[in-house]
């Protein structure tokens, strides 16, 4: 049986987590302090995901503000944090701008959104 | 001179928190004095999530965040003023303040509430030697040009420190294409959290070297490089260790220091451990009135404290103001501290003035495994919790209740005492 050692991201405790894995499949975790800890353990050894935020160019803002902060609405796969980075890399949003906003839709072929996370005026 | 109930300084998170606790406490005349051109102080740059997991159960972002509590702040018509530089604070609670509409202003209060945040370690203060090229940043400043002004400092980019700014900084320009070589700790540990550790370097296969630092800034105009050489157990770099970094910049995550000016300037006495103010159970200075929350009184690691603290220095503040100014009065106790803790925040406790609970935050010295957290009433222990391991880089708190000091009617000494397992 094999173990892979973890620290949790899901909150500032950090959690150790050690997952005990068979035939590439967790079969047990222990460490964690909370549910949460359970559920991101076996995802990060099978499927490891991540929220990706980043800022996106603004036009057209009243108070002059050049760029707007976003994220992808949940988490995409580990893999895909640098093809959301390119897809985004050439993405002009007009003012107004509120956030949940989407800025840029299915962004690289997740099926998930990247929205506004600051209100641009 | 125009007269409010309360005058907050500063609308970053502890200053917006405290306003909405005041608010919501009765007091409505309140005024939130703010440099920048917005509230939300720097969350607004903080454009990384992971902010408000206590706070509303959810993860959001630092901008989502700030917006939170300046709709709290809107929604209850509390007077806030932005491109507001406060220049001097009275003892007698005069502050003056200076902006373009108004030009110089006196405002007389009669509660004051702190909360200027705090501001990072400058290269000046590192005592690194080398030139003065361009290219040295504090990792804070390049987080305002990545994020806010939409510039990429560097290219190449070397980190010195490990505080969690420094390591959301070098995932952040890793992100938008630079190379990243490596984050330099002084320490054997790391000042940052252990999510940022692992989300932040381990996904982007960026070194960090514990017990190492830079002992040279290569480069006239701009940066061209560092020397980093390994440190011994005194912190001293170890002869023969050193390695050239080419790089184009060098960003610095080396801690950060309360705001203190102002409250220096009018007097309120100054904790050594903490660079902030020295305050009491109710979060008040040693003016009465004063009241400081937030990273000017210590530095956090998480907002949701913060807005947490802020909101008991806010009803403090309400408390202090509806009551005509009473001075605390009755009898002080000061916290003392064993094996291990640095400070508390409070360090001093009017046992007559605790609320229903009261939350002592500390940090300790030093990484430390398998300890117990313990406060003593006299002779009795009443918390007693395990920690399995306690770090410099993350705030302990003990939560401590109105009826375990109403058991010590004669209570002397108040003592929160780290111990073996």
């Known amino acids: ?121 | 001179m125009k007269q409010y109930d309360i005058v907050i300084i500063g609308g970053g998170p502890a200053g917006l928190a405290a306003a909405v606790a005041a608010y919501d406490a009765g007091v409505t005349g309140i005024l939130i004095l703010e440099r920048d051109k917005e509230l939300g102080g720097i969350l607004n740059q903080c454009i990384h999530n992971g902010f408000g997991l206590h706070t509303f159960k959810e993860e959001l972002t630092g901008p989502e965040y700030a917006q939170r509590f300046a709709d709290k702040v809107r929604e209850r018509d509390i007077e806030y003023k932005l491109n507001t530089m406060v220049l001097e604070i009275s003892r007698d609670k005069v502050v003056t303040a200076v902006n373009r509409e108004d030009g110089l202003v006196d405002i007389q209060a009669k509660a004051v509430i702190l909360t200027m945040g705090c501001r990072e370690r400058s290269r000046g203060a590192l005592n690194i030697p080398g030139f003065r090229p361009a290219g040295v940043y504090s990792a804070g400043t390049a987080q305002q040009l990545v994020n806010i002004e939409g510039y990429l400092p560097g290219r190449e980019v070397v980190i010195l420190g490990s505080g969690d700014i420094g390591l959301i900084m070098a995932r952040r320009m890793t992100l938008e294409g630079a190379k990243v070589k490596a984050v330099a700790e002084l320490m054997p540990y790391s000042g940052g959290l252990k999510r940022n550790i692992v989300q932040c370097l381990d996904d982007f296969g960026i070194p960090l070297l514990l017990s190492h630092t830079v002992v040279d800034i290569h480069g006239k105009e701009r940066v061209t490089g560092v020397t980093i050489a390994e440190v011994d157990d005194n912190l001293k770099p170890i002869p023969g260790t050193e390695e050239f970094y080419s790089c184009d910049t060098l960003l610095l995550s080396c801690g950060l220091l309360p705001e203190n000016e102002l409250s220096r300037a009018m007097g309120v006495e100054i904790n050594r451990a903490t660079n902030g103010p020295v305050v009491n159970e109710s979060l008040e200075t040693s003016i009465p009135g004063v009241f400081a929350a937030g990273n000017v009184l210590h530095v956090h690691d998480l907002v949701d404290y913060v807005s947490e603290e802020a909101g008991a220095a806010g009803r403090a503040a309400a408390e202090y103001v509806r009551s005509g100014g009473q001075e605390s009065g009755g009898q002080e106790i000061s916290v003392n501290v064993e094996g291990g803790p640095r400070y508390t925040v409070p360090c001093t406790i009017h046992p007559h003035k605790v609320g229903e609970t009261l939350t002592l935050r500390f940090r300790v010295g030093s990484v430390m495994k398998d300890r117990f957290v313990s406060v003593y009433l006299d002779d009795e222990r009443v918390t007693h919790r395990k920690r399995q391991v306690m770090a410099p880089g993350e705030m302990e708190e003990v939560k401590l209740t109105r009826a375990m000091f109403d058991k010590h009617p004669d209570l002397r000494h108040i003592t929160l005492r780290v111990e073996e397992a």
Not at chain 1, 32 to 53: L, S
Not at chain 1, 70 to 79: E, L, N, R, V
């Open chain 1, 1 to 121: 049986m094999e173990t892979r050692n973890l620290t949790c991201i899901c909150c500032p405790v950090g959690c150790q987590l050690e997952v005990k894995m068979e035939d590439g499949k967790a079969v047990s975790v222990s460490g964690n302090h909370c549910p949460r800890g359970d559920a991101y353990a076996r995802k990060e050894v099978t499927d490891p995901t991540r929220i990706v935020t980043s800022t996106v160019r603004v036009s057209g803002s009243v108070s002059g503000v050049k760029a707007v902060s976003c994220k992808t609405a949940s988490d995409i796969p580990k893999g895909k944090i640098f093809d959301v980075m390119r897809d985004i890399a050439g993405v002009t949003v007009t003012a107004p701008v509120h956030i949940g906003d989407v800025v840029k839709a299915n962004v690289a072929e997740t099926g998930v959104d990247m929205v506004a996370t600051k209100e641009v005026l």
